[in-house]
């Protein structure tokens, strides 16, 4: 069972979630009966269906005990926390078990057994793990480096001190997805995506339903020109979660217009880049001026493909009096006068 659901590469996994808290497998002739709690490790209840159009058919009732299902997770998170970081002291052992992630959650379902049921134990050890342990289990030395990790990354202090500190938090607790997203994300402020793109594909093999990581994995492939189909699927499905969510939106949008952008479509890649800058700017002190400048070099590049030079022009100089010394500054420099400026 652990190993089928570990194995699984689409982020899903069917539950019947009776009333006595037992849980069962989901077979094919009981899915239209039953009542379904598609408990997968996404937070985002659509998520199932994004990725699988066949589960457009899941009803009010259906969609609803997943929350259910969530709930009744959540309730059991103390104990379990008490459980894995204090009784099985799960910092200390994560290491010892390198890349065998089946012993490593067959054990966790061993130690949780007496609080979720013998039933329960498996799925919901499946669960914790593709959420990431980290978030139930920071403790010691772990706790003290991701607070010291929040605010460095929070203040965007993008610099080599806060690699290595995500450096040593990977150490202590090798699937934290958090922070191989954060390296990612620092490695991409310096437009290094050869250096960004394993720790994206790491998060997102831990954590497959997150926006925010099928986005700025979907971006690198752009910017690296791989996989622009495997991109845009990316994107798209982010951009879909994101739409309530006002930064995520704006970065998306951004994305996908780059991608358009790197595809030749430069009158849609213009639409969509355009939306994105008109939502950042205003918000530029809360985002972030570098977000802001990013957005803003993507569409000066789009307006100089379509020779709207004025346009272009006036972007440029709104980059450079946003911060004349940033990377973005420098790249937009170069955008009038050199025609083979390329990168994003």
């Known amino acids: 069972m652990i190993s089928d659901c570990l194995k699984m590469r689409k982020a899903r996994l069917y539950l019947k979630l009776g009333q006595d808290d037992t849980v069962n497998p989901i077979v094919e002739e009981d899915k239209s009966a039953a009542k379904i709690a598609a408990c997968s490790w996404s937070r985002v209840p659509e998520f199932g269906r994004l990725i699988d159009p066949d589960l457009e058919s899941m009803g009010q009732e259906e969609r609803q005990s997943w929350s259910s299902g969530q709930r009744w997770l959540s309730q059991k998170r103390p104990e379990l926390k008490r459980i894995i970081c204090e009784q099985w002291d799960y910092c200390a052992k994560r ?152 930064y995520g939106k704006a970065v998306c949008l951004d994305s996908y217009g780059w991608l358009l952008f790197k595809r030749g479509k430069f009158e849609d890649a213009l639409k969509y880049i355009l939306d994105s800058s008109e939502m950042v700017r205003p918000k530029k002190g809360e985002w972030g001026i570098d977000l802001l400048q990013e957005t803003l070099y993507h569409l000066a590049f789009v307006n100089r493909e379509l020779n709207n030079k004025d346009k272009c022009q006036e972007t440029v100089n709104e980059i450079k009096m946003l911060n004349s010394s940033s990377i973005w500054s420098k790249k937009a420099e170069k955008l009038l006068n050199n025609r083979d400026e390329v990168t994003g």
Not at 129 to 138: P, R, T, V
Not at 186 to 199: A, G, T
Not at 202 to 231: C, F, H, Q
């Open 95 to 246: 290491t010892s078990y390198g890349n065998d992630v089946e012993r490593l959650v067959q054990d966790i379902s061993t130690q949780i057994q007496p609080v979720v049921g013998e039933n329960l134990a498996d799925i919901v050890a499946v669960l914790l793990y593709k959420e990431g342990l980290f978030s139930l289990c920071e403790c010691g030395d772990l706790k003290k480096l991701m607070d010291e990790a929040r605010v460095a990354f929070r203040q965007r202090r993008f610099d080599d001190n806060t690699l290595r500190l995500f450096a040593r938090i990977i150490e202590h607790d090798p699937d934290n997805h958090w922070a191989h997203w954060c390296q990612g994300v620092i490695y991409d402020s310096r437009c290094l995506y050869e250096k960004s793109l394993p720790h994206y594909e790491k998060a997102i093999a831990i954590m497959p339903s997150e926006a925010r990581y099928l986005n700025n994995l979907g971006y690198v492939y752009v910017n690296l020109k791989r996989n622009l189909d495997t991109a845009q699927e990316y994107i798209s499905l982010a951009l879909h979660m994101s739409m309530n969510y006002p």
